[in-house]
């Protein structure tokens, strides 16, 4: 259906055929540089989180609510990077770095699907996962978290995805594009294309900020009012358990932070002209995706000793054969 409408408009009022991403332009040793820096991320962005996904799902010991949402996460990570890294890493020695019009607009869809959905799953792993370790474990409290409200969470988290990627792609797939096609990022993103249609497209920027605002503000909101409450709860129960709780949390503020930080000024603080945001948006494509991954499961010593246990499984596999 979609797709139907891609072609439509593309074929009907607009004479644009491609875009052109102007990209991050560097010298050839920064080209280098970026180019090695990127493409050993994305490397370990997709082994780190499948690696992840494989464990949890193979290991009956993490056969809980929690470790299906962590994989969830990690699903979303490796796709949220995909929309996007792949075609930056391969794009950086070319010169003329064009992206077909119903690419850039497939491109714009999925990264607001995964973005839109990452940003919901972030607040329930968040939600259940830290109040599990700062709160819980320490002061014996059980977990309230069932396999029902799991699947509930993830289902809202597509859900709430699709909903604000498809309101977005329908307002911008019907304007016309008929002259400047030039993009001063490394990805098509519903701000940047906005202001290339030839008309007046100020209200479809208002629906991108609002929308893309608003859900990047609120869950953003939703994360910290949920830190404050733990730390709260913590400090209810003793100072020590205070500092012991932000030491274990600030590496996920730290992350939530720099998540959201490049949506807020590619979405909220409307400064087009500034390319401060393309560069800040790695930050949401080649880092904290890999981030994630790190803090949420590497960290965590269920998960260490069940990767222990899924290595020696598959060395003694390799040796009987
Ligand atoms: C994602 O969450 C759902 C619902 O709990 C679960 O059934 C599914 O296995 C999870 N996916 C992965 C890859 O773990």
Not at 40 to 60: A, E
Not at 178 to 197: E, H, Q, R, T
Not at 289 to 302: C, G, Q, S, W
Request: aromatic content about 14%; hydrophobic content about 50%; overall charge neutral.
């Amino acid at each position: 259906m979609l797709m139907l409408v891609v072609s439509m408009d593309g074929t009907n009022d607009s004479v644009i055929t491609e875009f052109v991403l102007l990209g991050l332009s560097a010298s050839l040793e920064m080209k280098i540089l970026l180019f090695l820096f990127f493409f050993s991320f994305y490397v370990g962005i997709v082994l780190g989180n499948l690696f992840i996904v494989f464990t949890v799902v193979c290991d009956p010991h993490l056969h809980s609510p929690m470790y299906f949402l962590l994989a969830n996460l990690s699903l979303i990570d490796l796709g949220l990077s995909s929309t996007t890294a792949p075609r930056m890493i391969t794009d950086i020695f070319s010169e003329h770095k064009a992206i077909s019009f119903p690419g850039c607009m497939i491109q714009m869809f999925f990264v607001h699907v995964m973005g839109g959905t990452e940003m919901v799953l972030l607040v329930a792993s968040s939600m259940a996962y830290d109040r599990y370790t700062a709160i819980c474990k320490p002061l014996h409290y059980l977990t309230i978290m069932s396999r029902k409200t799991c699947i509930c969470f993830v289902v809202t988290a597509w859900v709430i995805g699709m909903i604000h990627a498809v309101s977005q792609f329908v307002c911008i797939v019907n304007l016309p594009f008929c002259g400047p096609n030039k993009i001063d990022s490394f990805y098509c993103d519903f701000p940047w294309v906005a202001v290339l249609a030839c008309t007046d497209s100020n209200w479809v920027e208002h629906v991108v900020t609002a929308n893309s605002g608003l859900i990047s503000m609120g869950t953003f909101f939703l994360l910290i009012m949920s830190y404050i409450f733990i730390l709260v709860t913590v400090r209810h129960h003793s100072s020590a358990g205070l500092s012991k709780a932000f030491s274990k949390l600030s590496a996920h503020i730290t992350v939530v932070f720099l998540f959201f930080t490049p949506c807020f000024f590619v979405y909220v603080w409307e400064f087009p002209t500034l390319s401060l945001d393309k560069f800040l948006a790695i930050l949401d494509f080649v880092v904290t995706p890999l981030l994630n991954p790190a803090i949420y499961t590497f960290r965590n010593k269920d998960m260490k000793v069940a990767m222990k246990r899924l290595s020696r499984k598959i060395m003694s596999s390799k040796e009987t054969p």
